[in-house]
């Protein structure tokens, strides 16, 4: 085979290439709630639409805290939140207390194909600003449902995986690590280059969760 | 005095008859086109009397052949060798009846069902909404056409009148009492509605039009056919009034199918649902209502209980295609012990329907599209997989939230320490290294009188791999494990 034919999947694997994708490319980013981290994004912020991968070393790293001011944002602008079998219970007092509108958010228990189906439906409804999912032993062609789920209901879907599925391709259009001691890095972002270093966040816990009279 | 008036204005009250000439027919053809598909093309008819040896009604194909109603069975088996048989089921008729009862309702509040052959409903009132006539009888025939009934159509300003004219010429439309009186001299007296005794004395008389009865002397026609008849006549012309008793609409909704033969796959049990589901919308749009949900009942053969699949949806639901939608994840998830001989479908509640906001570039608003989200995954998840979450006022942390099916939007009212975004529940013996304690301790203690009483010093720990854990020692426990309450995720 002549060198100059390399599979695009290939480039786009080895982040040599970016896929553009349909509609929602060219648009701003949606706003993280995280300065530094909006800087550092492509867009200005989360790409819009589309399916975000966190990835995780381990559980309890700061990963719902970081999406904290996106969900308590679009929920006040009306977006439903869906949480497909998170792997805790999500508990409301600390949601509450965050400012989170627990009347947006709804969490589905369910397993393997059932939650996959479920979060497609959310992505794909038009009716959630954002689906949080916890996928299992999940393929290529199951993100790339989801990815396309969220084009169409303009959602942002966020898919959390260990650290190790890094290894695997994804059609997701930004795979994030979620360091410990409120850093993240960036592994691909769709419209740019990833910053090769960590970015911090700025997660100062104490203070994000305090309780708000 | 006054020129005619600009537009077409009826007498009040102004009666609508929908007359069902094959009634017994039409209930069967649904009934069987619920379950398959169902040729209406070749000849068929139903049967009654002894040992069901005669034929009530035959469609068009057979009729063409010489069979008609009343005939022995074995004669008109010889004049049309293809006919397709089957007992009549006056439950199928009543049914349907019914159902035209409610359709009309959504037009009028004054429906009868006392002529057992017509549904009759006072359009007057109505028609200033419904109207003009003429549109308004096409929306009539084009619904219950797409539904599989035929009727015939015509108004005048009695009942009675408006059923015999509806038999002798469909889509009349008498406006007032002069008029009447003319079509009515004119009326075949054998569509006039009278018993048959008085029918067959008057013929053997020979009249043949109410008008040649009607020009009568009232007393010497008294004398002939009794008062009872005399006072029927007297409300078909208008001379006496003609209370009907009104239809009541039920307040819960329930139809049903039988089948021929057990049912038990899926996608054969989806064409009596639909046809179901389908006049269920129709009954809701007429009635101007929506459902919370509804119950699919699936029959078994002897001894086994009915299968019920509670289908309940997040915002009051009318539309056919979302309700099947619906219903159809429900029945995919569902497994049936055995396989089912009926499907009926209840509805308890049957609340007045709002609109939801409709603009014309956004089908539906985010809020309906947020109902139907969660009916979707409810019908197929169940209710308990698809839920919300609320806050509880209490101290203990386990116990200061639960699950809630509709959530209310609520500010928090709680100001204590930091709470971590992931609980465990139950604690579990904290496994993992701890680093540093990054705050506390918060004592929380609840008062005697809780159900399970806590003392409790809570630490927020940081674990040697990074983690943030929410961890509590019992108060007199120091020197035990760390027990994990949850995670600041």
């Known amino acids: 085979m002549p060198a100059a034919l390399v599979s695009l999947d290939a480039l786009i ?6 896929p553009a994708a349909g509609q929602a490319a060219g648009r701003p980013g949606e706003p993280t709630g995280h300065a530094d981290l909006d800087a550092a994004l492509p867009g200005g912020g989360w790409p819009p639409a589309s399916l975000l991968e966190l990835l ?8 719902l805290r970081l999406l904290l001011p ?29 400012g989170l509108d627990l009347a947006r958010l709804r969490v589905v228990r369910a397993e393997g194909r059932d939650a996959l189906w479920a979060a497609e439906q959310g992505l794909r409804s038009g009716a959630c600003g954002v689906v949080l999912c916890w996928p299992q032993a999940v393929d290529d062609r199951a993100l790339r449902r989801l990815s396309v789920a969220a084009e169409q209901g303009d959602a942002l879907g966020f898919a959390f995986r260990p650290l190790r599925a890094l290894q695997q391709p994804s059609p997701a259009a930004l795979r994030m690590e979620v360091m410990p001691g409120g850093l993240v890095r960036l592994h691909k972002c769709r419209g740019g280059a990833a910053p090769a270093t960590p970015v911090a966040w700025g997660a100062t816990p104490s203070v994000a969760l305090r309780a708000v009279h | 005095m006054h020129a005619s008036p600009p537009s077409f204005r009826p007498a009040s009250p102004w009666w609508c008859a929908l007359h069902l000439p094959q009634l ?23 049967t009654d009397g002894p040992q069901q040896r005669r034929v009530h009604a035959a469609n068009v194909t057979a009729r063409a052949q010489g069979v008609h109603a009343g005939q022995a069975v074995a004669s008109a088996q010889l004049l049309c060798p293809g006919l397709a048989l089957g007992a009549h089921q006056p439950v199928r008729d009543a049914a349907l009846r019914e159902w035209l009862a409610g359709y009309a309702y959504g037009f009028s509040a004054e429906v009868s069902l006392r002529e057992p052959d017509t549904v009759l409903f006072e359009a007057g009132r109505s028609l200033g ?17 797409g539904c599989g009934v035929q009727v015939r159509i015509a108004c005048a300003p009695t009942p009675l009148a408006a059923r015999g004219l509806a038999r002798a010429h469909d889509g009349l439309a008498v406006a007032d009492a002069t008029q009447l009186q003319r079509l009515l001299a004119r009326l075949p007296l054998g569509l006039a509605g009278l018993p048959d005794d008085a029918l067959r004395l008057l013929e053997r008389s020979g009249f043949k039009r109410l008008g040649d009865v009607l020009a009568l002397p009232r007393a010497a026609l008294a004398k002939r056919i009794g008062p009872a008849v005399l006072d029927r006549l007297d409300r078909l012309v208008g001379r006496a009034p003609d209370p009907l008793p009104l239809y009541e609409p039920p307040t819960r909704y329930a139809a049903r199918l039988d089948f021929d033969h057990p049912l038990a796959d899926a996608t054969v049990l989806v064409f009596p649902l639909r046809r179901l589901l389908q006049e269920f919308a129709l009954f809701l749009v007429q009635r101007d209502g929506g459902v ?12 086994v209980a009915p299968t019920r699949l509670e289908v309940r949806l997040a915002a009051p639901e009318r539309d056919a295609a979302r309700l099947f939608e619906l219903a159809r ?6 497994r049936l012990p055995v396989p089912a001989v009926s499907l009926g479908l209840e509805a308890d509640e049957l609340p007045g329907f709002h609109p939801g906001h409709r603009d014309l570039f956004e089908a539906r608003t985010r809020e309906g599209d947020a109902g139907l989200l969660d009916s979707r995954l409810r019908a197929r998840l169940g209710d308990a997989a698809v839920q919300a979450l609320a806050v509880v006022d209490t101290h203990r942390p386990e116990a200061a939230w639960c699950w809630v099916d509709t959530p209310r939007t609520r500010l928090p009212a709680l100001a204590e320490g930091p709470r971590p975004l992931w609980l465990i529940d139950p ?9 540093d304690v990054i705050a506390g301790p918060e004592r929380i203690e609840t008062a005697w009188w809780d159900e399970e009483p806590v003392r409790r010093d809570y630490y927020r720990l940081r674990t040697r791999g990074g983690q943030e854990a929410w961890a509590f020692r019992p108060v007199g426990g120091e020197a035990g494990p760390w027990w994990l309450h949850g995670w600041f995720a």
């Open chain 2, 427 to 435: 604690p579990i013996v904290l496994r993992e290294a701890v680093a």
């Open chain 1, 70 to 98: 996106t969900l308590v944002r679009l929920a006040r602008q009306g977006r439903s939140l869906l949480m497909v079998a998170p792997p805790y219970l999500p508990y409301a007092p600390a949601l509450a207390a965050a």
């Open chain 2, 129 to 145: 909404l419904f109207g003009p006539w003429p549109r308004w009888q096409q929306r009539l025939r084009d619904e219950l056409a």
């Open chain 2, 292 to 303: 919370p949900g509804f119950r699919l009942v699936f029959g078994h053969e002897d001894g």
């Open chain 2, 329 to 334: 994840l429900k029945l995919d998830s569902a």
């Open chain 1, 13 to 18: 694997h080895q982040r040599r290439l970016w």
């Open chain 2, 24 to 46: 017994a027919l039409d209930a069967e053809a649904r009934h069987r086109r619920a379950l398959q598909a169902f040729d209406d093309e070749s000849p068929w008819a139903l």
């Open chain 1, 56 to 63: 995780l070393p381990m559980d309890g790293v700061g990963e």
